[in-house]
């Protein structure tokens, strides 16, 4: 009999093309391994209000999101991550002083700043048109002019200092890691490269040791699990340490070289089967 095995995904460039199209055989990959008695938890960057019903459906046994900040088993959170009140208050202020749009994750919230809701919108719209260009099997889990993320950014209200785990900010002034990085690198964990048609113009940050990879070693021990067990799929920055304490870190095709560095395997693209071959690799399907 096959031993059980953990395996945790992330989102946005691995589980789904950033974007909006999931392959067929990712929904099967999830739902035939924790068939085969397997664990399959989300990992993603994305705050665990943007983890939309039509991505929760596909069946998980619980998630990491905000980069770390926060992690669910089932329904139940049990891990919270979050800033101090004045750690907020110092990063809100580099923001407004430096001109750069920025959104805050709460586990149940978001809070943009007044331009983030265009950014994104504009994204979006861009996004839909590649898509309507291209014939494609894969299938829409997010949307196109009605995605449920532009609601959340239009909503512009009072910053809430405390409950939050990261934000992320959006510039079009391609210095805008270098020069966050150098002001708040000190006491939090800065790093770009998770929205790619931003660059450097964009990042998350997140207090310093707060990431996936660690909060992943925190649920291992809450469920009494070895990370030797434990398989890591991710393609962007903020998923190297994930890799880098699983057992087996894998990386999607689309990853950057960068983090192709720091895997023990390369499977394929997100919508070239990535996923269910590197389930199929690793034997949870």
């Not at 665990?48 to 959170?77: K, M, Q, T």
């Not at 291209?134 to 209200?157: C, E, I, M, Q, Y």
């Not at 391609?174 to 964990?189: G, I, K, N, P, T």
């Not at 870190?249 to 919508?271: C, P, Q, R």
């Amino acid at each position: 009999m096959i031993s059980p095995r953990i395996a945790f995904v992330d989102v946005d460039g691995t589980l789904i093309e950033t974007g909006s199209e999931i392959a067929d055989s990712t929904i099967e990959a999830v739902r035939t391994a924790r068939h085969n008695g397997h664990l399959v938890y989300l990992s993603t960057g994305r705050a665990s209000v943007e983890i939309y019903p039509a991505i929760r459906e596909i069946g998980f046994d619980g998630a990491i999101s905000s980069g770390g900040g926060f992690a669910e088993i089932g329904d139940d959170l049990v891990i919270e991550r979050t800033m101090p009140a004045e750690a907020v208050t110092r990063m809100i202020g580099f923001y407004e002083e430096s001109g750069y749009d920025f959104y805050l994750q709460s586990f149940d919230e978001l809070y943009p700043s007044p331009g983030v809701h265009d950014r994104f919108a504009e994204y979006y719209a861009s996004d839909s048109r590649r898509q309507a260009g291209t014939a494609s099997d894969p299938a829409s889990v997010t949307g196109a002019a009605a995605n449920p993320a532009l609601k959340a950014f239009a909503d512009v209200r009072p910053y809430s200092l405390t409950g939050i785990a990261k934000s992320v900010f959006l510039a079009g002034d391609l210095r805008a890691y270098d020069r966050v990085s150098e002001a708040l690198s000190a006491d939090f964990h800065v790093i770009t490269g998770t929205i790619p048609h931003m660059g450097r113009g964009s990042g998350e940050v997140t207090l310093n040791g707060v990431n996936k990879g660690s909060t992943i070693l925190r649920l291992l021990d809450r469920l009494g699990l070895d990370a030797a067990s434990a398989i890591g799929i991710g393609d962007s920055s903020n998923d190297i340490e994930m890799l880098q304490v699983c057992g087996v870190g894998i990386a999607m095709g689309n990853a950057t070289d960068a983090v192709k560095a720091h895997a023990d395997e390369v499977t394929t693209s997100v919508l070239e089967d990535g996923v269910w071959n590197a389930f199929r690799r690793n034997g949870l399907v």
